[in-house]
C-alpha cells in the first residue's frame, strides 16, 4: 500500500509544479512569470487532485471516514441493486447531443468537441485501468479476488469525465448545464457503492481521474481543427538584422 501512496502522490506532485513561461506574438519580449496558483495547469488539476487524494486517504480502514465505514453506513439501508449505473455513466454525453440537436452552441465546433472527448478517454483509460492491475483492490461484493480491480471505479470516471466535458461546453451559455451533467455522475458514484460494487475510495478517485483527464486535454487542446487562419508577413529590423515575422490569426 505504501508503494500505490507513493506513486500517486508523486504523480500529482509532478503535475502540479509544472509551469511554462509565456512570450508575445514576436517572440521579442516575455511576459512576467504568474504565480503558480494563478496558471491554467493549477486551476486544471486542483479540484481533481483534492477528489483523488481523499480517495486515496480512505483506502480500506484509513481516514476519518473510510471506505469501510462508509459500507457499513450504506449497507443499512434497504436498497434493491440495480445495473442503471451501467447506461447512466453515459447520460451526460446524450444530455451534450441533445443540446446540439436544439441547436445550443457549444464552445468548440463538431469536430473539436469529438477530438477533445477522444483524448479525455484516451487519458482517463490510460491511467485508470493501469491502475486497477497495480492496486489490485478487491471489490465489496467479491467472489473471485483474483479477477477484482476496484480501485478507481471506471464507471464513476467516465461518468464525470462526461459531465466535464458538457461544463466545459456550455459554461459560457449557463452553468446549469454543467449542474445537470455532474448531478448524474454524482448518482453514478452513489449507485456504484450502492451496488457493492466499489468503495468509498473508489468513487471519489474515479470522479477525480475523469476530471483530470477532461482539464488536461483541454490544456493542451492548442490547435483548432478545421478553422480557418489568416496569415500576415511583417518586415522586421533588429540589431542591424533584416527579416520577416509570420503573424497567423485563427
Keep these: 500500500m505504501k508503494r500505490i501512496y507513493f506513486f500517486l502522490t508523486f504523480s500529482f506532485f509532478l503535475v502540479t509544479t509544472v509551469n511554462a513561461q509565456q512570450a508575445d ?13 494563478k ?19 480512505t483506502i480500506h480502514g484509513n481516514g476519518f471516514y473510510s471506505s469501510y465505514d462508509a459500507y457499513r453506513d450504506i449497507h443499512k439501508i434497504n436498497f434493491k441493486a440495480t445495473h442503471i449505473d451501467d447506461y447512466l455513466q453515459y447520460a451526460p454525453y446524450a444530455e451534450l447531443a441533445l443540446l446540439n440537436v436544439f441547436q445550443i452552441k457549444c464552445k468548440n465546433d463538431f469536430i473539436n468537441t469529438a477530438l477533445l472527448i477522444v483524448k479525455s478517454e484516451i487519458l482517463m483509460n490510460a491511467i485508470v485501468f493501469p491502475l486497477k492491475t497495480l492496486t489490485h483492490i478487491t471489490r465489496p461484493d467479491s467472489v473471485n479476488p483474483a479477477r477484482d480491480r476496484s480501485f478507481p471505479s471506471g464507471h464513476t470516471a467516465n461518468a464525470f469525465l462526461a459531465a466535464s466535458i458538457v461544463h466545459k461546453e456550455y459554461k459560457h451559455k449557463s452553468i446549469w448545464y454543467g449542474v445537470g451533467a455532474y448531478t448524474i455522475a454524482v448518482s453514478v458514484g452513489a449507485l456504484r457503492m450502492l451496488n457493492n460494487r466499489h468503495w468509498e475510495a473508489d468513487v471519489f478517485a474515479g470522479a477525480g481521474f475523469g476530471m483530470l483527464s477532461v482539464h488536461l486535454a483541454y490544456l493542451t487542446h492548442r490547435y483548432k481543427w478545421g478553422r480557418k487562419c489568416d496569415i500576415t508577413l511583417l518586415p522586421t529590423y533588429r540589431n542591424g538584422n533584416m527579416g520577416l515575422c509570420f503573424l497567423k490569426k485563427f
Design 25 to 37: 506574438s514576436l517572440g521579442y519580449h516575455k511576459k512576467e512569470r504568474k504565480k503558480f496558483y
Design 39 to 57: 496558471t491554467g495547469l493549477f486551476k486544471a488539476v486542483i479540484v481533481p487532485s483534492v477528489l483523488i487524494g481523499y480517495g486515496v486517504s
